[in-house]
T-cell receptor, first 116, second 111 residues
Framework: DADVTQTPRNRITKTGKRIMLECSQTKGHDRMYWYRQDPGLGLRLIYYSFDVKDINKGEISDGYSVSRQAQAKFSLSLESAIPNQTALYFC???????????????FGDGTRLSIL | DQQVKQNSPSLSVQEGRISILNCDYT??????FLWYKKYPAEGPTFLISISSIKDKNEDGRFTVFLNKSAKHLSLHIVPSQPGDSAVYFC??????????FGKGTRLHILP
């Protein structure tokens, strides 16, 4: 079983629709992150949460919102999807007690989102 | 402004030879540097890291070198194997624990 599970794995939807991407983890990590990957642009941070009551904007948060429902769950919403939000979305977790010298972030397998 | 730069979008190396992936950065406050590997349809997986106070870290076939004066790091894979074909992301950690990723380099290992 995957430690970081993203649902759905693929989604095609229309402009203006509300979309929610879900992430759940069994690692017991406090920190969770949402990234998007675009061709030629690497991974860019959308939002992150260091614990259940903590939500922070990343470098590209406009057009997105998040909810940390529990330590194990972190969802990303697109309130009104637009075509330039077509991308591959990754959720990740980390445990600050491990430090960067160990495996600092554990990624899910991604959600491929297409906005028509 | 890109704080972590991988200037080579792709690299092809013969199986058995050394693969060298390069990365430059601009922020002298980064305290850790990391390399991630990504296969298609999977999330990135952590490969190796190096603290900013060190200049070399080795783990099996993988070695990362850090040149702070040049703000440059490199990942050496030797010998290269077919399973090493993947996209490699260089990343750096800020003091506030955020990780900044480069754009990635696609490595092709040729038979």
């Amino acid at each position: 079983d995957a430690d970081v599970t993203q649902t759905p794995r693929n989604r095609i939807t229309k402009t203006g629709k509300r979309i929610m991407l879900e992430c759940s983890q069994t690692k017991g990590h406090d920190r969770m992150y949402w990234y998007r990957q675009d061709p030629g642009l690497g991974l860019r941070l959308i939002y992150y949460s260091f614990d259940v009551k903590d939500i922070n904007k990343g470098e590209i948060s406009d057009g997105y919102s998040v909810s940390r429902q529990a330590q194990a769950k972190f969802s990303l919403s697109l309130e009104s999807a637009i075509p330039n939000q077509t991308a591959l979305y990754f959720c990740a977790t980390s445990d600050p007690r491990q430090g960067a010298s160990n495996q600092p972030q554990h990624f899910g397998d991604g959600t491929r989102l297409s906005i028509l | 402004d890109q704080q972590v730069k991988q200037n080579s979008p792709s690299l092809s190396v013969q199986e058995g030879r050394i693969s060298i992936l390069n990365c430059d950065y601009t922020n002298s406050m980064f305290d850790y540097f990391l390399w991630y590997k990504k296969y298609p349809a999977e999330g990135p997986t952590f490969l190796i890291s190096i603290s900013s106070i060190k200049d070399k870290n080795e783990d099996g076939r993988f070695t990362v070198f850090l040149n702070k004066s040049a703000k440059h790091l490199s990942l050496h894979i030797v010998p290269s194997q077919p399973g090493d074909s993947a996209v490699y992301f260089c990343a750096a950690r800020n003091r506030d624990d955020k990780i900044i990723f480069g754009k990635g380099t696609r490595l092709h290992i040729l038979p």
